[in-house]
């Protein structure tokens, strides 16, 4: 049957068992990193009151992507991908478990903080590539649009539940003992892989394994050159790169800065709604996409979606009013979750087997690498003139660059054009 008269399957993902554990386990995982976020980033907010370091908190976040996604995700295509996740499990625990005992302590200097966000990236960096390539093992090919829609709107879920949760922690057991709290939510993810039967020794007889590793920068050149040569492929790298290195999440680390002028600078309810707002609008994205089969997986769409992402976040960077930002917030997410969804699907889709590590590597760079330079615009920038400005600049420039993305690919693959 075609694509087009095939009957839609709402979440046909969770008809796999493994899958519906590794759904709640990531989301456990993700509302664990958001949780240490919205603890460690208010900390250091009231200890140092320094945009520039929250910037940093962005660079150093993303970064280790930029540098070491192509390594990841060849390296996840020759190993096997649940002892890589592993790996970056126990680095998250670790460093909610230093950042309580700085706390407890009272010693927390800006290195501790700098060494630990750096951390915390190469933690990320061993999670994501290995962990997108584990959904093939998981539902295979026919499901694979609806493991990764699902797969993000279990971080969505994640990043909805953190704030809250991360909220009650701060009120309930202060930020010393919350964050050792959080460190536990990590051990269910850890203990479930040491016996998940997916991976390379549960592949079908005769599946490809790459032998090539990447051991330096001729060897990522040579991946991206490979990667070049599937059009979709790069148009949506292109995207995605775009909207990181624009914006990215780097407004999430400014937004005690936001909370602030809106005027909800304080400890409660107001300010975990802002942090929560567009993870509940990519969470409702998530499950009304998914369970109606609404906006198919199209390179034009991703487009389209992603400029008005654009537009809310310039209007949210520019309001005055909370419950107006709340709403533009809202907005953001359900439009950013489609779209990036959207692009990373067709990522994996139209990868070879064979290089569909590297391929996942690539898109990482970009979709994830790209976001250390937001926390120039936005973070770094915003302390020279303002955090509103520099979020509503970064908000145009990409609306821009996404306009000028669909027009050249048009201009050139006429009907065939990806966007």
């Not at 369970?291 to 309001?319: E, K």
């Not at 955090?387 to 993305?405: D, E, M, N």
Request: proline letters at 4%; a positive charge.
């Amino acid at each position: 049957m075609t694509a087009a008269t095939t009957p839609h399957v709402s979440f046909a993902a969770l008809r796999h068992r493994g899958y519906r554990a590794y759904f709640v386990l990531s989301a456990l995982v993700m509302m664990a990193d958001s949780i240490e976020h919205v603890i460690s980033y208010w900390v250091i907010f009231q200890k140092f009151h320094s945009p520039a370091l929250g910037g940093f908190a962005v660079v150093s976040h993303w970064l280790p992507y930029l540098l070491f996604s192509v390594g990841s995700g060849a390296l996840a295509d020759r190993v096997d991908p649940r002892r890589m996740i592993q790996l970056g499990m126990c680095l998250f625990m670790g460093v909610s478990i230093v950042w309580g005992l700085l706390f407890l302590s009272g010693g927390l200097q800006l290195w501790h903080a700098a060494v630990l966000l750096i951390v915390h990236g190469c933690a990320g960096v061993l999670w994501g590539p290995p962990s997108q390539l584990l959904l093939h093992d998981i539902v295979g090919r026919e499901h694979l649009q609806s493991a990764v829609r699902l797969n993000a709107t279990a971080r969505q879920l994640g990043l909805l539940m953190g704030p809250a949760v991360g909220g009650a922690f701060l009120l309930l057991f202060g930020p010393n003992f919350g964050i050792l709290v959080n460190a536990a939510l990590y051990l269910p993810f850890i203990i479930w892989l040491a016996t998940a039967p997916y991976g390379p020794k549960f592949r079908a007889a005769g599946t490809v394994v790459a032998q090539r590793a990447v051991r330096s920068i001729g060897d990522i050149l040579s991946a991206i050159g490979e990667i070049a040569r599937h059009r979709v492929i790069l148009a949506m790298t292109m995207l995605a790169g775009a909207a990181s290195l624009c914006i990215g999440n780097a407004y999430q680390a400014q937004m005690p800065g936001f909370a602030t002028d809106l005027g909800h600078g304080h400890v409660d309810f107001s300010y975990s709604a802002l942090l929560a707002a567009d993870a509940a609008g990519a969470l409702i994205a998530g499950f009304v996409l998914e369970s109606r089969g609404l906006l198919p997986a199209r390179p034009g769409t991703a487009c389209l979606l992603a400029m008005i992402w654009c537009l809310a976040l310039g209007s949210f960077a520019v309001s005055t009013h909370y419950p107006l930002a709340l709403l533009l917030l809202f907005v953001a997410g359900f439009v950013e979750l489609s779209f990036n969804s959207m692009a990373q699907t067709l990522v994996q889709l139209h990868a070879p087997a064979e290089m569909r590590g590297r391929a996942i590597g690539v898109y990482n760079m970009f979709a994830m690498g790209m976001r250390t330079f937001s926390g120039v615009s936005v973070g770094l920038l915003g302390a020279r003139i303002g955090i509103h400005a520099s979020l509503a600049t970064s908000a145009v420039l990409l609306f821009v660059l996404v306009g000028a993305l669909m027009w050249t690919s048009r201009a050139g693959g006429g009907s065939r054009a990806p966007c």
